[in-house]
């Protein structure tokens, strides 16, 4: 779901970076009251794994292929959307610089679609869904939606940016990422949840216990 | 840092280098969902110019050719960059007492 350079005007780019400028002001400020040293490990090595894991990409029908984001995971365990954020902020501009992986005038859009609506869908649709389907199905269902979800609305960039028409863009789209969701960002998120509870469940944050 | 948690963090980055190693092999190279819509909406789309050359354009190592292994090592140089950044941010960023 990486945006290349070109897709979107300049102009509209900018409002993407402010965004992210803005949010970013927001991170930093909850990981100077809330980032305790003994989860700086745990955000290090989801970031290392994040950046490995989209590097494989898993097929799909259609000739297609998709991997996870990873945002809503690394909410979900380390207990706030701003924690995706960094990961996923850290992770695109090294591969939007360093291997043309998402342009760098898109890296603003980027960093919004994968960082923070990604981030803030997996945070929150845990938290909502925890209580309804208990916490595993609640993972599963909550990276679904965020991977989903940042396709839709990157449909809808597209569509103001003068690049993808809106209902066949929701038709490909839509249908790619519902895959990609399933197999690339749920059961991945899942996998990754079950084993952390399991070999290390002090470093999870107390809400996803 | 205690030992569990250099523990961790040694298993943590061998399992994220072990994924970067097999990535290349591994992988579908058919093109993303993005990429994909893009061929059937807006096939002329694809054709722009990055803003910038990056380094590894593709994860691949341009002198290396386009084979797996320059792939390979491509994506662990992407792992210990991203590691290394992740953790400096957090050291420079944690909750001070």
């Given at each position: 779901?990486?945006?290349?350079?070109?897709?979107?005007?300049?102009w509209?780019?900018?409002?993407?970076?402010?965004?992210?400028?803005?949010?970013?002001?927001?991170a930093v400020?909850?990981?100077?009251?809330?980032l305790?040293?003994r989860?700086i490990?745990?955000?290090?090595v989801l970031?290392?794994?994040i950046?490995?894991?989209?590097?494989?990409?898993i097929?799909i029908?259609w000739?297609?292929?998709g991997?996870m984001v990873?945002?809503?995971?690394?909410?979900?365990?380390?207990g706030?959307?701003?924690?995706g954020?960094?990961?996923?902020?850290i992770v695109l501009?090294?591969?939007g610089?360093?291997?043309?992986d998402?342009g760098?005038?898109?890296?603003?859009v980027?960093?919004?679609?994968?960082?923070?609506?990604?981030?803030?869908?997996?945070?929150?649709?845990f938290?909502?869904?925890k209580?309804?389907?208990?916490?595993?199905?609640?993972?599963?269902?909550?990276?679904?939606?965020s991977?989903?979800?940042?396709?839709i609305?990157c449909v809808?960039?597209?569509?103001?940016?003068?690049?993808f028409?809106?209902?066949t863009?929701?038709y490909?789209?839509g249908l790619?990422?519902f895959?990609i969701?399933i197999?690339?960002e749920?059961?991945?998120?899942?996998?990754?949840?079950?084993?952390?509870?399991?070999?290390?469940?002090?470093l999870?944050?107390?809400?996803?216990? | 840092?205690?030992s569990?948690?250099k523990k961790f963090?040694?298993?943590g980055?061998?399992?994220a280098?072990?994924?970067?190693?097999?990535?290349?092999?591994?992988a579908s190279s058919n093109?993303?969902g993005?990429?994909?819509?893009t061929?059937?909406?807006n096939?002329?789309a694809l054709?722009?110019?990055p803003?910038?050359e990056?380094?590894?354009?593709?994860y691949?190592?341009?002198?290396?050719?386009e084979?797996?292994i320059?792939g390979?090592?491509a994506i662990?140089?992407g792992?210990?960059?991203?590691?290394?950044?992740?953790y400096?941010a957090g050291?420079?960023?944690?909750?001070?007492?």
């Amino acid at each position: 779901m990486h945006i290349p350079d070109g897709f979107i005007p300049l102009w509209q780019c900018v409002i993407y970076y402010i965004v992210v400028i803005i949010v970013g002001y927001f991170a930093v400020k909850w990981a100077k009251e809330n980032l305790d040293e003994r989860k700086i490990p745990l955000l290090a090595v989801l970031a290392a794994g994040i950046f490995a894991i989209q590097a494989m990409n898993i097929p799909i029908p259609w000739g297609t292929s998709g991997h996870m984001v990873g945002a809503a995971i690394v909410a979900i365990l380390l207990g706030s959307p701003f924690a995706g954020f960094l990961v996923l902020a850290i992770v695109l501009i090294i591969q939007g610089i360093a291997f043309g992986d998402g342009g760098l005038t898109t890296l603003g859009v980027n960093i919004f679609n994968m960082g923070i609506v990604g981030g803030f869908v997996g945070y929150y649709g845990f938290k909502g869904l925890k209580p309804l389907i208990s916490k595993i199905p609640a993972v599963f269902v909550a990276a679904f939606l965020s991977l989903f979800i940042s396709a839709i609305l990157c449909v809808v960039e597209l569509y103001f940016a003068g690049t993808f028409p809106l209902a066949t863009g929701f038709y490909f789209m839509g249908l790619y990422h519902f895959v990609i969701g399933i197999v690339g960002e749920g059961l991945i998120s899942t996998i990754v949840f079950i084993a952390i509870n399991k070999i290390r469940p002090d470093l999870i944050s107390s809400g996803a216990i | 840092m205690n030992s569990k948690n250099k523990k961790f963090l040694v298993i943590g980055i061998i399992i994220a280098i072990v994924i970067a190693a097999l990535a290349p092999f591994l992988a579908s190279s058919n093109p993303d969902g993005l990429e994909s819509a893009t061929e059937k909406l807006n096939p002329q789309a694809l054709e722009i110019e990055p803003v910038h050359e990056s380094p590894m354009p593709d994860y691949m190592i341009p002198s290396f050719g386009e084979s797996p292994i320059s792939g390979s090592i491509a994506i662990i140089i992407g792992v210990i960059i991203v590691f290394a950044l992740a953790y400096t941010a957090g050291i420079v960023l944690k909750r001070r007492n």
